[in-house]
């Protein structure tokens, strides 16, 4: 099945800093990959995703990359404030394992004023 | 505006009791999923369903089982509640299985005593 890798697990940065989080996948047949954020407390969320036809696509501080032919995609956020400070969760699905997602363990994200 | 309830937000239950989890989503969603998340592991997927009375397996189901009579409400079970069940239960629900945002409810944290 598939499996998802992502790092760092814990990320520090200062307020202002750029913060990048990567992501690798296993399965080929993977086309959506969705990043979550899991603010303290509170419930994932969507903030951004990106389909296997697109190599990248931005929202304003945030933007994903995607390398099909390496298998990996990254989240970027630039200008970060202490509001980005969460728990980001990356994912892959596509046709195979019955199109179910499987996520990355989690990057402990921490913007220090 | 994708509302995805869960019956409790906070559960305390004894080993070997019978422990029912319960999710409502109020747009129509025909799939839906139980996820456990546990520090530094992610989130992993316990059982999903793509149809009311349908139920896959997902990547831990030993020790839950589950239940779909209508399409709104997804059950999570568990039979015979263990210590290692000690965890954070979300549920999910979208709109397309493969490749679709999935809203997630607030979760329920279960400490089994």
């Known amino acids: 099945g598939e499996n998802v890798e992502q790092h760092p697990s814990t990320l520090s940065v200062q307020e202002g800093d750029s913060a990048v989080i990567k992501c690798t996948y296993s399965?080929?047949?993977?086309?959506?990959f969705p990043w979550y954020k899991q603010e303290l407390g509170k419930r994932p969320q969507l903030i951004i995703d990106?389909?296997?036809?697109?190599g990248e696509k931005k929202d304003q501080r945030i933007a994903v990359t995607l390398n099909k032919t390496a298998k990996h995609f990254s989240l970027h956020i630039t200008e970060t404030q202490p509001e980005d400070s969460a728990v980001y969760f990356c994912a892959a699905s596509g046709n195979t394992n019955a199109g179910k997602s499987t996520f990355g363990d989690g990057t402990t994200l921490t913007v220090k004023p | 505006d994708v509302k995805v309830t869960q019956s409790s937000r906070y559960l305390v239950k004894r080993t070997g009791e019978k422990v029912f989890l319960e999710c409502v989503q109020d747009m129509d969603h025909e799939n839906m999923f139980w996820y456990r998340q546990d520090p530094g592991l992610g989130l992993r997927l316990i059982y999903f369903s793509y149809d009311v009375k349908m139920k896959e397996k997902g990547d831990i189901p030993e020790g839950y089982s589950v239940s779909r009579e209508k399409k709104e409400r997804f059950s999570l079970i568990l039979e015979s509640a263990s210590t290692n069940q000690t965890s954070m239960y979300l549920c999910?629900?979208?709109?397309?299985?493969?490749?679709?945002?999935?809203?997630f409810g607030p979760g329920t944290r279960l400490t089994v005593t």
């Open positions: 999910a629900s979208s709109f397309y299985f493969s490749g679709d945002e999935q809203y």
């Open positions: 399965d080929s047949a993977s086309n959506y």
């Open positions: 990106i389909r296997s036809n697109v």
